[in-house]
């Protein structure tokens, strides 16, 4: 997760995105960054006790006879970390901000429609 703090800062930082408010850009940073942070941090809590909670086992599911997990429309997946596009998810929270319409189909930087193993389709 430190890279992806270390990238996001870059980006939001970067002339293209920054308006000269620290602190405005900070807030957007803590939108951008806590609820993806939170998602993959309890990931990791519920792997510490159920290996089947770990990002990644979802594509192995069919081969394990003891495959169990708290709630699988809730599980996060590799799908989802992999598709993320933090520039998209930080246009999205830029736009928000600003009171535009942001018209790509991206929501919190997941493609609209990517369905995941689990079952979730983004976006529905």
Partial sequence: MAIEDA?????LFHPKYFNGDVNETLSMYNDVRLPRATRVQQ???K???NINERIGFSSNADSCSTYKVEDEKAKLTIEEMNAYDMYKDIEEVIA???GTA???KFTK???IGLKLPNGVIIGQ
Avoid: E, H, V, W
């Fill in 109 to 111: 930087g997941l493609p």
């Fill in 102 to 104: 942001f018209t790509q």
């Fill in 96 to 98: 928000k901000r600003n």
């Fill in 7 to 11: 990238a996001a800062l870059g980006i």
């Fill in 47 to 49: 792997a510490a006790y």
């Fill in 43 to 45: 990931a990791a809590a």
